[in-house]
């Protein structure tokens, strides 16, 4: 953050509205860092306030958590002299990260913009603590998959796709969180090589959360890394070209990506052939899916591309009948 007298607080808050105005649609997560404020560049009260009130329930509502990360003294002190402001709910949504190697537990940070000052002020407070409560590496060895274990591994491993949905009719399918232990017990049960029913347990969304885990977990996205760049650049594709195109595109694909995408983007249609009642259009549906489907290797590239490859995905589930041929 700059210094104050140099920034315009209230476009920094249209700004911040408009860049979540992307993700408010669907479940979503914030991750703020909070090393590098001073006294020269904090924000007032005042500000913070507004803004706080400024956010209306569109963004509240679909936030699954607030992580503040290196969270100060000053920082604590104002959210509890904000509390009688904050509502419960959202109150229970805000999480203290002290170290990235806590964050590292919650979210894969290689896919994350953090800046490298962070980064240095946390191996700074680490190396500060005493050798018994340092905490661990961020990016400790991988421990070798579980005999069953679905989520995490490459296609080539997991024996199946999962794919269980109940309530296709239901409003808001695939923008709505799911009950955190359920969804832990389920993926736990996966990766044990146990049976799940869906049918048996009673939360709508749970199958469709379980579904954007799985395809976010893969090591390599779906549509993987070698078709970063021509789908990001698809909106140059004249129209009556993009389902050869595609269909080009997706030869490459190993085998079972390609059968997995294929699988899905089926599925995914027949949600949106009950987008009258569920709300899941083509449109909306590449909203949630996009950034599941793909992502780059550098987390930037990702955040810059993420409305090309909801484009690309849109017109993906648009043309399925035409790609996907019998």
């Known amino acids: 953050m700059p210094p104050q007298h140099q920034l315009d607080h209230h476009k920094l808050l249209m700004y911040l509205k408009q860049t979540l105005d992307k993700y408010v649609e669907s479940d979503y997560t914030l ?18 306030r507004d803004a706080y009130r400024e956010f209306d329930r569109k963004y509240k509502k679909n936030i699954k958590a607030l992580y503040i990360v290196h969270p100060t003294m000053l920082i604590r002190t104002i959210l509890i002299l904000f509390k009688p402001l904050i509502s419960f709910k959202f109150g229970r949504k805000l999480n203290y990260i002290n170290y990235l190697s806590e964050l590292e537990e919650i979210v894969k940070c290689d896919q994350l913009v953090i800046p490298n000052r962070v980064r240095e002020y946390d191996d700074k407070i680490r190396l500060s603590l005493k050798p018994s409560v340092v905490p661990g590496p961020i990016s400790p060895p991988r421990s070798p998959p579980l005999p069953f274990q679905q989520f995490g591994v490459p296609l080539s491993n997991v024996n199946f796709i999962p794919i269980f949905i109940v309530g296709l009719k239901t409003e808001g399918i695939f923008r709505r969180s799911a009950n955190v232990s359920l969804v832990k017990d389920v993926k736990v049960k996966y990766n044990s090589g146990e049976e799940v029913s869906f049918s048996q347990l009673d939360d709508v969304h749970l199958a469709a959360v379980i579904l954007k885990m799985f395809l976010r977990e893969l090591p390599e996205p779906l549509l993987t ?14 129209t009556e070209s993009q389902a050869e195109r595609i269909r080009n595109m997706l030869m490459s694909l190993p085998e079972e990506n390609y059968a997995s995408l294929r699988f899905l983007i089926q599925f995914l249609a027949q949600v949106s052939a009950e987008s009258e009642v569920n709300k899941m259009t083509n449109a909306n549906l590449a909203v ?30 648009d043309l399925h009948h035409k790609v996907f041929i019998q």
């Open 225 to 238: 890394y070698q078709l970063y760049n021509d789908i990001v650049n698809f909106h140059n594709v004249d």
């Open 288 to 317: 949630v899916f996009g950034p599941n489907l793909l992502w780059g290797q550098d987390a930037s590239m990702t955040l810059s591309a993420i409305g090309p490859i909801n484009n690309f995905t849109r017109i993906l589930l």
């Open 31 to 48: 991750i703020y860092f909070h090393h590098g404020l001073t006294s020269e560049n904090k924000p007032s009260l005042s500000w913070l």
